[in-house]
């Protein structure tokens, strides 16, 4: 289901025009056909597995019991949609606050502020236990501390870096891009089978995730070249006008 965020973002961000549409421009083309590539490669590795190509020892039978446990796939599916649909509102709504108030790092500071609290006043009520709350052992707190610095502060500074100088598309581009990443972080650490649908899916998803930037890449180089032409044009006609006056 969050496969579906980059479609999502990118219908929000043609309609709040934050994205170019023109389905005759070859950048518009491929942008669109590289995000729905994206999606249908991100599905693929979800839902389709296939003979299996490399299997390592693994280590993580203890996880597969949670797996068994009942589901209700009916609300879940509804609050994956929702979180999906928050997740595509959010990079609108952020991008709209970056082009108002350019500082990356303050918006960046606000977030994780605000979210501490909130996260905070959360656990206290569902917690009660001040036990659960200690670092011991201690790799409880190398877990907090590299969720804070790299999970929360670093991931959200960079992805907010680059939604201010991109836009909203190009930062959701990355999220079936995770999943190549979650499929070779789990085969190696892990011992998580490789399947041929994960090795199918990978390829179609970096496909469409290239498309995507030479789309993007070739819109820059567009614009670029009109607004060079349109300072040249402006020049002339200021130097045109300046002969004028001269003569009179």
Not at 137 to 152: D, I
Not at 155 to 174: D, E, K
Not at 177 to 195: E, H, K, N, Q, R
């Amino acid at each position: 289901m969050l496969n579906l965020i980059p479609g999502l973002t990118f219908i929000l961000a043609v309609a709040f025009r934050m994205e170019k549409l023109n389905l005759r421009n070859s950048s518009s083309q491929a942008k669109l056909l590289g995000t729905i590539v994206s999606i249908v490669g991100a599905f693929i590795v979800t839902f389709y597995k296939g003979p299996s190509l490399l299997r390592i020892t693994s280590i993580s039978s203890s996880l597969h019991p949670l797996l068994m446990l009942h589901s209700n796939w009916v609300a879940g599916g509804f609050l994956l949609a929702v979180d999906c649909m928050c997740a595509s509102a959010w990079l609108i709504i952020q991008a709209s606050v970056l082009k108002k108030f350019p500082a990356e790092l303050t918006v960046v500071f606000y977030y994780c502020f605000f979210v501490t609290l909130q996260s905070g006043i959360v656990c206290l009520v569902m917690e009660s236990d001040l036990s659960a709350w200690s670092f011991k052992p201690y790799v409880r707190l190398v877990a907090v501390l590299y969720s804070a610095v790299f999970g929360s502060a670093f991931q959200l500074g960079v992805s907010t870096w680059c939604l201010h100088r991109t836009g909203p598309v190009f930062v959701a581009m990355f999220k079936p891009l995770g999943f190549v990443v979650s499929v070779v972080i789990g085969v190696i650490f892990l011992g998580d089978t490789f399947y041929l649908g994960s090795l199918v899916g990978a390829i179609i998803i970096v496909t469409g995730f290239y498309s995507v930037m030479w789309g993007k890449a070739k819109e820059g180089k567009v614009d670029t070249h009109t607004l060079g032409t349109t300072l040249e044009s402006s020049s002339q006609k200021v130097a045109l006008l300046s002969n004028d006056l001269g003569e009179s």
